[in-house]
């Protein structure tokens, strides 16, 4: 960092790229945005690093490291931009990917709708072997019929080949021979072993995981290879780091392997910031609420902690990887508003993305959105979108609004578009409450941290309708995705399935099974380049009462001391599901190890106000029926003492805040906007 100060976090959405930009030699924190490029997402990553070196003045060669997040995955998942893949797995298991879980999601439904499959069945081939659950062989690989296995893929035309073999978590060896074979066969041929990629029990969500995970790489390895062959135009040519699901992020190398671990790769951005912002500002308890353009993104701070679970999914395909804990909506700035056959006003899931975005925008845009109704009430400036780097069109956005929500509603403007933003902050608040109710948690004991560059407009209103009575508005909202980037640690996940009572008979198993967790993160680490004095090992594990489906993660800073990892899963157990029996016998299903790359991290300076009014003045804004004049305050001018009474708005580069009716802000530490309620 000595030779090359500056470290930018990028992070890729859905309609805008966002930077932000450390200088190590100042420790100042600078926020950049540019449109994101569908078509080839690196575009529009170097194009806004070329701007912000531009506008911040440094020079390319000067950036040290790239810490990346990106919706390659999820994107590559959700469009079926896939390889053609074939999945090996034990004979007669063929058809567990398509049996998946015998779960109806609504119970009345008459027709069912079936879970999706990415491999059809002739695509899905038997292996002759078989491995017991205690991890010895029943029946022995049949290498001989492995070239006739090869005949088939070529004939198939694979691609990509999943390998998941019957309990390979538990002893591994036929997959990696497999492996071995198909390489010496085809070489080129990427494999994916579940054994590497989710060495865990449940045949579905393991074989569900391997899958994504093959069909993914030479998705992601095509994007990281336009990436590379961008990178050292102009002397740029930084240490390049992508952002996991777990919100670590990993090197090239691993991101090209294992892609599935990339599904929540940018969304995990704003968790950890959220993690760090807690921290900065003292409170263990909030609720990070990301709105950008596309989707609204809920994830739980408690105690100081980030929720992690072992398992999520993507467009209903389970991925059995750990990640940050997050619930989303198709909610956003661009989501589209229009009736329904039955009179209802609807709101999203749709989305206008960044092309043709919003009607405001100006790029052929028809169907008006989220921002379009903030517009139309006067909540944004025409003039100052993005800092003035864009102008919006009022005047269609208010004729687009008229004819697709207001004319079939019967309704004027201004109401149409008011019912456009109570539906939206609606569906906010719903999601909000399920991810606190589902924990068993009382909103009022959180504080809402709001970002994205839309949640700053629909903030002080969610929390109203939660019963929140403190919402944060953090330093460069906009691009806070990026910040938690901008701080985040190399991190790698490994685990190891082993149903065993949790009792001191266990121990010696537990001890052994540690030790080689410690030794395989400890070699990871090592072949990452981490130095000793900066890695970080933490065990945890997977419990569950006997005779339960599914468990609980629970940290085990104690590892193989017992009793208080018992007394920590009956508490957990309690807090989530309101019951817990200490006398009820326990199982430990999987050891974890986080093993932790803690990355040098420079110090950032404390904002300084921007010499000049705090009060811009005022504009004309539709509120409680009625239009009024409402103060615009300038977000970078702000000093400590000033109060801003509701209604009132904050503007800022790269977001607009409204303080509501009955509300009070000030700035509080590391330069976050902290509105408290009247009421």
């Known amino acids: 960092m000595s030779e090359r100060p500056v470290r930018i976090a990028v992070d890729i959405g859905g309609t805008f790229t966002d930077l932000q930009v450390l200088d190590a030699r100042d420790g100042s924190v600078r ?33 040290g490291l790239l810490l990346h997040g990106t919706t390659i995955a999820t994107n590559a998942v959700l469009e079926r931009r896939l390889a053609r893949g074939v999945l090996l797995t034990t004979e007669g298991f063929e058809d567990v990917l398509e049996i998946t879980r015998h779960v109806r999601r609504e119970l009345y439904r008459l027709d069912l709708d079936p879970f999706p499959c990415l491999i059809e069945r002739d695509r899905r081939l038997g292996v002759a072997e078989r491995m017991r659950a205690d991890g010895t062989p029943e029946r022995a690989l049949d290498e001989a019929a492995i070239p006739g296995l090869v005949a088939r893929l070529e004939a198939l035309g694979a691609e990509a080949v999943a390998v998941c073999l019957l309990h390979s978590y538990a002893n591994p060896a036929h997959e990696q021979r497999l492996k071995a074979l198909l390489a010496a066969a085809r070489p080129g041929l990427p494999v994916s072993l579940s054994s590497e990629i989710s060495p865990e029990i449940r045949e579905y969500e393991r074989a569900s995981t391997t899958v994504l995970n093959a069909l993914l790489v030479p998705v992601v390895k095509a994007y990281l290879d336009r990436l590379e062959s961008r990178l050292g135009e102009g002397g740029f040519r930084p240490l390049v780091f992508l952002v996991q699901s777990n919100g670590g992020v990993c090197s090239l190398r691993q991101a090209a392997e294992q892609p599935a671990r990339l599904l929540l790769s940018g969304p995990s951005g704003g ?57 989303t909506i198709g909610a956003g700035g661009g989501s589209i508003a229009g009736v329904d056959s039955g009179g209802r006003l609807t ?19 028809t169907e008006p959105t989220v921002t379009d109704a903030n517009l139309a009430l006067g909540r944004l400036d025409p003039d100052y979108f993005l800092g003035g780097m864009m102008r919006l069109d009022m005047p269609a956005t208010r004729a687009a609004i008229e004819a697709r929500v ?23 608040g719903a999601a909000v409450r399920l991810s606190l109710f589902e924990k068993g948690l009382d909103p009022r004991d959180f504080a809402l941290l709001s970002f994205g560059g839309a949640g700053g407009l629909h903030a002080t209103e969610v929390a109203a309708e939660m019963g929140i009575r403190e919402v944060i508005f ?49 070699a990871g680490l090592a072949r990452d380049g981490v130095p000793a004095e900066r890695r970080e090992i933490a065990i ?33 157990h309690r807090q ?18 986080i093993a932790t790359g803690r990355l040098p991290k420079p110090e950032a300076a404390e904002p300084v106000p921007a010499p000049r009014p705090a009060l811009k003045g005022s504009r004309r804004v539709f509120e409680e029926g009625a ?28 977001a607009t805040h409204w303080i509501g009716r009955g509300w009070t802000a000030a700035l509080g530490p590391a330069g976050a906007l902290i509105a408290r309620s009247d009421a």
């Open 31 to 63: 926020a950049w945005k540019t449109p994101t490029t569908p078509e080839d997402p690196s575009i529009g990553l170097l194009r806004g690093v070329e701007e912000a070196s531009r506008r911040f003045g440094f020079a390319l060669a000067e950036v």
């Open 271 to 327: 968790a950890l910031a959220a993690g760090r912002i807690a921290a900065l500002l003292g409170r263990p308890n909030l609720v990070a609420v990301d709105m950008g353009g596309t989707s609204y993104d809920v994830s739980v701070v408690q105690g100081g902690r980030v929720s992690v679970v072992t398992q999520g999914e993507i467009d209903r395909l389970p991925v059995r990887l750990p990640m940050v804990e997050m619930r």
């Open 347 to 365: 709101v999203g899931p749709r989305s206008a993305g960044s092309r043709p975005g919003p009607v405001a925008y100006g790029r052929g845009g």
């Open 406 to 428: 207001g004319a079939p509603l019967g309704l004027p403007v201004e109401a149409a578009a008011q019912g456009m933003l109570t539906v939206t902050n609606a569906n906010l």
């Open 474 to 522: 953090p330093r460069e909202p906009g691009t806070l995705s990026a910040y938690g980037i901008l701080y985040s640690d190399l991190v790698q996940d490994i685990a190891r399935s082993r149903v065993m009572p949790a009792l001191p008979a266990s121990l010696p198993a537990i001890e052994a099974l540690v030790a080689g967790l410690r030794a395989e993160a400890e």
């Open 540 to 572: 945890a594990a997977d419990m569950r009462y006997h005779g339960q489906a599914f468990e609980l993660l629970v940290p085990w800073p104690e590892a193989c001391a017992l009793p208080p990892l018992l007394a920590r899963f009956h508490a957990t």
């Open 576 to 593: 989530r599901f309101s019951y817990a029996d200490e006398a009820e016998a326990v199982e430990i299903v999987t050891l974890r190890a």
């Open 627 to 654: 239009w009024r004049d409402v103060p615009v305050w300038d977000r970078e001018a702000l000093p400590p003492e000033d109060r801003i009474t509701g209604p009132a708005i904050v503007e800022e580069p790269f």
